[in-house]
């Protein structure tokens, strides 16, 4: 994790910035990947608050990996 709470994961050829954004006592997972050149690719919002951090960023990860196999 950076200072800015992002985490980097690299997947298929694709680099993704997972996020768990804070919304009230939850946190949002937010997922962006983008190919080498490519344009960056803004993943849909889980509609899901999760409890911790952790959980947020665990779902996160599973939505980038699932879009970078897709893709």
Known sequence: MDTNGKWTLDAGGWHCELQALPSGAFFQPAATCRQAQ???VQLPLDTQPYVTRSEAR??????????????
């Not at 996160?60 to 879009?67: D, P, S």
């Open 38 to 40: 490519g344009e960056p």
């Open 58 to 71: 665990r779902h996160a990860q599973q939505q980038a990996l699932r879009y970078a196999r897709q893709h």
